[in-house]
C-alpha cells in the first residue's frame, strides 16, 4: 500500500500541475496538521487561503509567489483560513476574493472582499479557471473553489480529510450542510484539495459518506432521548458521541446543538429553555 508522507508545516507539496501546498504552523485539534495554503497556476498565480496570522507561513507564501499573485481567495472567515490574507495583500496588491465575515461568532472581521463572490462566479487565470461554489453549513459565508481543468475542488473546511467538520450554530447550520454536501454530488469533480489533511480522490464518495455519517450521528441523538426526555445539551453529549473521546465532547456539544436545531426544524423535537424534548 502506498504511504502517505505526513504533511510538515512549510513544506512545498506539488499536487498537480496547476497546485501546491504549503501547509501553515497551526496544527491542533481544530486544524489537524494545521491550514493548507494553495497555490494555484504557473504564469499568475491564485493563493486559496492564506492562512493565520503567522510570519514564517508569510514569508513561506510570498517566497513562492514572488511578483505574480493575483488574487487571494478565502473559503470563508474563520481564524485559521483568512486573517493571513491582510499582510499578503499589503504586499503584493493582490485582489482579495470571498464572502465577509457574518457578524457573529468568532470570525475574521478585518476580511472584507475586494471582490464578493457569488455562487457560480469565476476568475480566469491565465492556465486556469476558479469558480466558486456556495457551501453553507461549516460556514453561512464559506466557498469551495472548482479549479475547472483538473477537475478539482478546494473544500476549506466544508471537507477535511482526517478530522469531523464541526458545525458551531448559530453561524453552522446542520440542514445547510447536508444540502451543501448533497450539491457537490452533483458537480464534475475527481479529487478534493481540503483546508485540512491530505487530498480526498473520491469526492462523490466522501460526500455520500459524510451525510451517511451525520445522518447516523442523528439517530443516535434521537435514541439518547431514551430513558431521559426533555434532556439538556449537556445530558445528551456523553450518550450520543459514547463513541468519541470525552476529550472531544465539548466540540461535539456544538455539533449536537446544530443537530438539534435541524431536528427541530423537521417537527422532531421541541426547545423549551435548556431543555429539549423528542416529541412522540
Ligand atoms: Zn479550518
Same mark, same amino acid.
Given at each position: 500500500?502506498?504511504?502517505?508522507?505526513?504533511?510538515?508545516?512549510?513544506? #512545498?507539496?506539488?499536487?498537480?500541475?496547476?497546485?501546491?501546498? /504549503?501547509?501553515?504552523?497551526?496544527?491542533?485539534?481544530?486544524?489537524?496538521?494545521?491550514?493548507?495554503?494553495? &497555490?494555484?497556476?504557473?504564469?499568475?498565480?491564485? #493563493? *486559496?487561503?492564506?492562512?493565520?496570522?503567522?510570519?514564517?507561513?508569510?514569508?513561506?507564501?510570498?517566497?513562492?509567489?514572488?511578483?505574480?499573485?493575483?488574487?487571494?481567495?478565502? @473559503?470563508?472567515?474563520?481564524?485559521?483560513?483568512?486573517?493571513?490574507?491582510?499582510? =499578503?495583500?499589503?504586499?503584493?496588491?493582490?485582489?482579495? *476574493?470571498?464572502?465577509?465575515?457574518?457578524?457573529?461568532?468568532?470570525?475574521?472581521?478585518?476580511?472584507?472582499?475586494?471582490?464578493?463572490?457569488?455562487?457560480?462566479? #469565476? &476568475?480566469?487565470?491565465?492556465?486556469? @479557471?476558479?469558480?466558486? *461554489?456556495?457551501?453553507?453549513?461549516?460556514?453561512?459565508?464559506?466557498?469551495?473553489?472548482?479549479? !475547472?481543468?483538473?477537475? =478539482?475542488?478546494?473544500?476549506?473546511?466544508?471537507?477535511?480529510?482526517?478530522?469531523?467538520?464541526?458545525?458551531?450554530?448559530?453561524?453552522?447550520?446542520?440542514?445547510?450542510?447536508?444540502?451543501?454536501?448533497?450539491?457537490?454530488?452533483?458537480?464534475?469533480?475527481?479529487? /478534493?484539495?481540503?483546508?485540512?489533511?491530505?487530498? *480526498?480522490?473520491?469526492?462523490?464518495?466522501?460526500?455520500?459518506?459524510?451525510?451517511?455519517?451525520?445522518?447516523?450521528?442523528?439517530?443516535? &441523538?434521537?435514541?439518547?432521548?431514551?430513558?431521559?426526555?426533555?434532556? @439538556? &445539551?449537556?445530558?445528551?453529549?456523553? #450518550?450520543?458521541?459514547?463513541?468519541?473521546?470525552?476529550?472531544?465532547?465539548?466540540?461535539?456539544?456544538?455539533?449536537?446543538?446544530?443537530?438539534?436545531?435541524?431536528?427541530?426544524?423537521?417537527?422532531?423535537?421541541?426547545?423549551?429553555? !435548556?431543555?429539549?424534548?423528542?416529541?412522540?
Amino acid at each position: 500500500m502506498e504511504t502517505v508522507k505526513p504533511i510538515i508545516a512549510g513544506e #512545498v507539496v506539488r499536487l498537480s500541475p496547476l497546485v501546491r501546498r /504549503v501547509t501553515a504552523p497551526n496544527p491542533g485539534m481544530m486544524t489537524g496538521p494545521g491550514t493548507n495554503t494553495y &497555490i494555484v497556476g504557473n504564469d499568475v498565480l491564485a #493563493v *486559496i487561503d492564506p492562512g493565520p496570522v503567522s510570519e514564517p507561513h508569510f514569508d513561506r507564501i510570498r517566497e513562492l509567489v514572488g511578483d505574480r499573485l493575483r488574487w487571494i481567495l478565502c @473559503t470563508h472567515t474563520h481564524l485559521d483560513h483568512s486573517p493571513g490574507a491582510r499582510a =499578503l495583500q499589503a504586499a503584493t496588491h493582490a485582489q482579495t *476574493i470571498g464572502m465577509p465575515a457574518p457578524p457573529h461568532g468568532s470570525q475574521d472581521v478585518s476580511f472584507f472582499p475586494d471582490r464578493i463572490f457569488k455562487h457560480g462566479d #469565476v &476568475i480566469e487565470g491565465g492556465d486556469f @479557471t476558479l469558480r466558486g *461554489i456556495h457551501t453553507p453549513g461549516h460556514a453561512s459565508n464559506h466557498l469551495c473553489f472548482l479549479l !475547472e481543468p483538473e477537475k =478539482l475542488l478546494f473544500t476549506g473546511d466544508h471537507i477535511m480529510q482526517g478530522s469531523t467538520v464541526v458545525i458551531t450554530p448559530p453561524d453552522g447550520d446542520m440542514i445547510e450542510y447536508l444540502q451543501s454536501l448533497d450539491s457537490l454530488l452533483a458537480l464534475d469533480v475527481v479529487r /478534493v484539495a481540503p483546508g485540512h489533511g491530505h487530498p *480526498i480522490e473520491t469526492p462523490h464518495e466522501e460526500a455520500r459518506r459524510l451525510i451517511a455519517h451525520r445522518l447516523k450521528r442523528e439517530q443516535k &441523538i434521537i435514541a439518547a432521548f431514551s430513558g431521559r426526555n426533555p434532556a @439538556t &445539551i449537556d445530558e445528551l453529549v456523553p #450518550v450520543a458521541y459514547a463513541d468519541t473521546s470525552p476529550k472531544l465532547h465539548p466540540v461535539a456539544r456544538r455539533s449536537l446543538h446544530a443537530h438539534l436545531i435541524k431536528l427541530e426544524r423537521d417537527g422532531q423535537v421541541r426547545q423549551v429553555g !435548556e431543555h429539549w424534548t423528542l416529541r412522540s
